[in-house]
């Protein structure tokens, strides 16, 4: 299920006083089983190009062209191509609803016309998939924890079987654990079923050590599209983008500025620590 | 004075699946000045806890004193609240006007503040968040940082003696973080505005004087930043963490560098670093 995006302009309030350009001449494509991060200041238009890739919003110019579909063509059918590109939104938990876990995940499938015979099937397995136990099926969503209702927020999602999932800050206030929990599961997700998923993150740490590719976006522009080794090697540019670089990278580069034989990128606290032992080894015997 | 005295605080939610037991027995005491972060993971009790400080919660046991006046005291409601000021996750759900300053302004408003005090008020809080440049913008064209900012300048402008930020960086880019963070620490560390920050991310916490941690309605660490994330074993039993510098620096000692064991920040480990040579 690739996704291409060529030459997408897209403008909020067209033609009124409030006219705003929110994405100015993208080209981008995702591949299947691809992991990709995409990073961007608040209001960068992270979020307005999320929902180009599901139907959700319309270019107002150029095409988005999902498994062959173009998706501002006359007569295409949004309905299924949105439940093949699974979008969970930033505070998924907000949209739970149901009186149970169960019929809340089951929500997506059934309205996808999928046997009833099937469902129960797939809303366990929805729900082993975000590491949740399956005693909580019976339970009200809202007497869960806030990382345990946003997994099963999750989990409505990946019930439908997309091939592409897209996850809008799925860690934003979750505490640690939760977070490191909510974060291996989808790892796991993208190793086990090949899915190609797509994590918009405001956590450099997170981004560094999970994804293949990174893409920044600054004003409605991509301006890098790169390994995250390539892209955090741009430390200044991405602090005027209202960016960063993971707090390892960070070290390196206050050490290198000491003068320490430091590379320039670390993008996981191990190695940050193998630089900087090899680092202070050296720095021994030339003393 | 105190500014909280809370004693054997307890708070009981009921729901249709029974009660929860959100607080059992918090004492906690904020003095005049201080920086406290409070962390603790989600359920914990923490932002039960912060909606005692303004009375928005009452008290299911124990009592809450702000600075010397009861929560309890049905009377006393609007004084607490207007010395209390809250700033929440959402930059968008507090903001009430279609103007900066008039946003702003609104508290005071409602307080029955004269309007040329309430002028000046805005004018003064706008400058002690960096803002001032943007009294006339509409809030939601403004960043996430700037958005929180105008909410943390809507709270000055009522004159509180105490700011609680709820989780008020967990939706903001790393920029946006850093712009709150700077605010607080300066209206802290230059004004004396004492404050309570309530945060997942233990590099904020870190900058605090002062480090409590909750666990199942309970504290159960409270010390020095160093003291607190010192406890790494315990905090990760909590299902926490320790700021990423304080991990790395235990990764290096683990690896035979001779770091001592207190530090927190990139730079204190940098100078540490540059000091065993």
Redesign the interface.
Known sequence: MPIKLEQVDFVYAGGSPFERAALKGINLSFLDGEFVGII????SGKSTLVQMLNGLLKPTRGTVTVNGLVTTAKGVKLKSLRQEVGLVF?FAEYQLFAETVAADVAFGPENQGVPASEIAARVDQALLNVGLPLEIKE??PF?L???QMRRVAIAGVLAMNPKVLILD?PT????????DEILSRIRELHRQRGITVILVS?S??DVARLVDRLVVIHGGQIVYDATPREVFAHGSSL?TY???VP??T??LG??KT?G?AVPEVALT??E??QA??RA?QL??EL? | MDILDIADLHHIYR?H?GE?IALAGVDLVVSEGEFVAVI?????GKSTLAKHFNAILLPGGGRVLVAGLDTREEALLWPVRQMVGMVF?HPDNQIVATVVEEDVAFGPENLGVPTAEIIARVDASLRQVNMEDYRTHAPHLL???QKQRVAIAGVLAMRPRLIVLD?AT???????RSEVMNTILRLNREEGMTAVLIT?H??EAVKANRVVVIDQGQIVLSGTPAEVFSQYELLEAL???VP??A??SI??AE???PLPANILT??Q??DE??R??
């Open positions: 961007g200041q608040t209001g930033q339970r009200s007497e924890s806030g990382g800050e934003a206030g979750l505490d640690p654990r939760g977070r405001h450099m740490e602090k209202g960016l960063g707090q390892a960070e070290v206050l050490l000491k320490w606290l191990d940050a620590r900087i032992v202070y720095r021994r003393a | 729901g699946e929860t603790g993971r989600n359920g914990s996750q960043s996430g940082g989780e967990a939706m903001l880019d790393p920029i946006g997942h233990m590099d299902g926490l963490d990423v510098a991990k790395l990764l290096l690896s035979g560098l990139a730079e480990l940098v670093l540059c065993l040579n």
